[in-house]
């Protein structure tokens, strides 16, 4: 796999390059080949949410069929996607803590695909371990991927979701070894949440005042299709993409929920905004135009792993690819009739924007955020029964993203933390990368030598800039198995930036 990798990137231009040149690999813009669309113009689409097939005493049961469609994303074309249940972002899947959910997959793509959900203490048959392939119904082969403990099927793969786990904002997306990123890209990623009573008792946003906001970019080419530079478009072999899309593939349209920069009517009330970034590799760093007559912008209540103990005030949010906030906006800050626009003030231009809130009516608020919202213990530094060190870095000889110098081997364990056993996790980068563990939460102890305002709470996934560093403390609970942890920038991960622990 390492060496089918390294020629096929160093063949993309048509020539090997002599070892003195040094690619900058940074996220880079593939620009759209079709005339962009005005900005707030559309309407912010809400995913439908998905009702089981059957239920039981103690289980829902979905199935979907994982399928191309049509969809309608920029006016007068047509776009095709890749979605579960033919949409895209995919339907929302709502959960109650302590009642599983079996969700049955029907592949009707022409390539494999593998079904992990975010965030989720979820068992490793279930967990979508990247090797574990959903083939085709009509088969597939393939020459690059070779894991002796993978577990094909054909055609479906039931998921048992055990959500023994907090309420929480997670997300379920396609992890396909190798093709993650493209695979997302075309469609493959959707929002699943998790409900408890302790949320519940709290006052807060409900209804339609709590709304999921899936930000992602995407290009489109001439044809409105989505635009991937993909060394092979048909996503069989090889994998990956040419040299100066290493660092990370970046689009000039920003999508809101599968809309392009939409528009959605609020009253002057307080809204609760569940904030994921599904995009493959851009940063944001959310603020709202103007800002607030008083206050801040807005108030953080949750994280990836649930609510956190009290809010947290924030005036912009900067949020990596993975990472979820669950965040409260009072609009009665803003006068009534006018219109508040959510930027990304880490760029400019089209992807300087993201949506568009217009007041217009008053309407009663009943909700509120108390001073206390959960309580949960989180753990101390001194459980630690050890420490690990992991180095994120750019190998430039071979062209690929490792883990303390080591590409992905799916044999080879990098880590076996023991059951119910806490340990601190060093974390070390080159560039920039948001760092996802599966199976577990994590309480980040330290970023870059002091707490992050964004880290608070419980995490899955934490964002490190150049250079930096981060301690974090996991507690190995509920499964014994094989899991990964990795990049979240999508192409990172796709060129080896991945390796594995195993729960014993």
Known sequence: MKCARRDFLLSASGLLLPSCVRP?????????????PKT???????????????TDADMDYYDVSVQPASARILPGVSTTIWGYAGIFPGPTIEARRGRRVSLRLRNALPVPIVNHLHGGHTAPESDGYPTDLILPSGGFETSHMHDPMAKIAAGEREYVYQNDQRAATLWYHDHRMDFTGPQVWRGLAGFYIIRDPEEEQIPLPRGSREIPLLICDRSFDADGSLLYPALDSTLHDPPGVPLEYMGGVLGDV???????WPRLEVANVKYRFRILNASNARRYELALEPSPRVGVAFEQIGSDGGLLQSAVPLRTIRIAPAERF????DFSKFRLGSSVVLTNQ?????????????????????????SKLSDFAVGKP???VTTRVFDFSYVRAQHEWRINGKPFDPTRMDARPRLDTTEVWHLKTDFSHPLHLHLVHFRVLSHSGRPGLYDAGWKDTVDLGPGQAASILVRFGGHRGRYVFHCHNLEHEDMSMMGNFEVI
């Open 382 to 384: 001194e459980d630690a």
């Open 346 to 370: 880490s760029d400019s231009g089209t992807a300087g924007q993201v949506m568009r809130f217009d007041i217009t009516r008053s309407e009663r608020d009943e909700s509120a955020i108390p």
């Open 326 to 329: 669950d965040v409260v906006v």
């Open 24 to 36: 900058r690999p940074e996220p880079k813009l593939l620009p759209s080949l079709i005339p962009l």
């Open 254 to 260: 920003v999508l809101v929920n599968g809309a392009p």
């Open 40 to 54: 707030f113009e559309a309407s912010l689409p809400i995913p439908p949410v998905l009702q089981p097939a059957r």
